[in-house]
């Protein structure tokens, strides 16, 4: 069966440390594909005001062109309205008839058991994290002994050097007119400037 892991989130936009997460995933874990799951409405982000689709989109297929075992689904952006991640996973692991991964940030996975129907997410698929720069891991360590001993779930913990990147801290130079060299492609800072998104 192949082995294909599934990356959501708002990426808004999407930068270097997502793409080297998920090249690092698909090498440590030998994954036939690793498939970006852009979402609408996150009900963890209700009130944030978030790029159109369109645009979000575009950066990811602009940050992917280059790896042929990276691909992007619509399904989130096409089904609309809040989406949660065990409805997606469900609806996506008969799509592509394989083992399903889900790609996460480490600070979602240690509070997963809090989400809709995260139990159940911890029990039926495969999870992948990596550990963000200056994060305190005591609780993660404790949190992912206790997913492992209470429902026996199957977690990967990524062996990644650090790359303290984040999209907040995009848009916040982005705002100020500064270079975003490092932090995301090149054609992706293109795309930002020529489209005029995040100057407010």
Not at 1 to 28: N, S, Y
Not at 92 to 117: N, P, Q, R
Not at 125 to 138: E, M, Y
């Amino acid at each position: 069966m192949k082995k294909i892991a599934i990356f959501g989130g708002t990426f808004d936009p999407i930068h270097l440390a997502h793409i080297k997460l998920a090249e690092t995933a698909l090498e440590e874990l030998g994954l036939d594909k690793l498939v970006f799951m852009p979402n609408t409405v996150s009900p963890f982000k209700l009130d944030a005001k978030i790029s159109s689709a369109k645009h979000r989109c575009k950066m990811i297929e602009l940050s992917i062109q280059h790896n042929l075992r990276l691909d992007m689904t619509r399904y989130e952006i096409d089904k609309q309205g809040i989406s949660y991640t065990y409805d997606a996973l469900k609806d996506l692991s008969s799509l592509y008839d394989a083992h399903l991964y889900f790609v996460l940030g480490y600070d979602s996975l240690v509070a997963i058991d809090t989400w809709y129907k995260g139990t159940e997410i911890l029990k039926e698929f495969s999870l992948i994290t990596a550990v963000r720069p200056g994060i305190d891991n005591q609780l993660g360590e404790q949190k992912i002994c206790e997913y492992r001993t209470v429902y026996g779930a199957d977690i990967h913990l990524l062996n990644m050097p650090p790359f303290d990147c984040s999209s907040s801290r995009i848009r916040e130079l982005c705002k100020k007119g500064k270079s975003l060299s490092g932090l995301v492609a090149d054609t992706v800072e293109e795309y930002i400037i020529s489209n005029g998104l995040y100057k407010d």
